[in-house]
């Protein structure tokens, strides 16, 4: 059965945006791009809010194609455009769009119908709010999670509404960048 793993960058005290949204805290840099690109290969679907999707849709069916095209542009537009996205939205058609399926409800049934289909890991890009809303549904198979060595003290917290313990197993697959961003890649327990 294939999983829903949340790729997410989160601060230190477990924030993964400002109150606002910002997202101007988190390390970009050209090894964690190399490493995400290796990553996100292992997985043929990305699922997304309506909010992460449409800033996506808006930047990188395009962007590897423009003159100043980093390495990093050129490798994710192209999987961008390839992969099957998946969108959590009550507000978007699911009309004309190309290689995207809209869930707009029935949402565990939805995501365990995917889940059985054949393929690799579907994976969930930042997100907030449909991240808790998997959350809150156990529909969430691991966590690789982009820890910055920067404390918010508030914003969007990852983990909210959480009625039962979520017990993770990390995996040997843990690594720190050299910014000082450390990847913590766990798994749920289930038993």
């Known amino acids: 059965m294939r999983k829903v793993i949340s790729f997410m960058h989160i601060s230190l005290d477990g924030f993964v945006a400002g109150p606002n949204g910002e997202m101007n805290w988190i390390k970009a840099e050209q090894e964690i791009f190399d490493y995400v690109e290796k990553r996100i290969s292992e ?50 058609e699911n009309t004309g769009l190309t290689n995207t399926t809209i869930i707009n409800d029935n949402l565990a049934g939805r995501i365990n119908e995917i889940k ?54 990390l995996l040997p697959s843990t690594r720190q960048f050299t910014c000082g961003v450390t990847e913590l890649n766990y798994t749920v327990d289930r038993q």
Request: glycine content about 8%; cysteine-free.
């Open 43 to 92: 997985g043929d679907t990305a699922l997304y809010g309506r909010v992460t999707y449409q800033m996506m849709e808006n930047y990188w069916p395009k962007a590897g194609e423009q003159p100043n095209a980093t390495k990093h542009a050129m490798e994710h537009s192209r999987w961008y455009n390839n992969v099957h996205k998946v969108v959590l939205s009550k507000t978007i």
């Open 116 to 169: 059985q289909q054949a393929g690799e890991d579907i994976l969930l890009f930042g997100s907030p709010t449909a991240t808790h809303s998997l959350i809150q549904q156990n529909l969430i198979d691991g966590y690789w999670l982009f820890v910055n060595p920067i404390i918010l003290g508030q914003g969007i917290p990852l983990f909210v509404g959480i009625k039962d313990k979520i017990k993770l197993k």
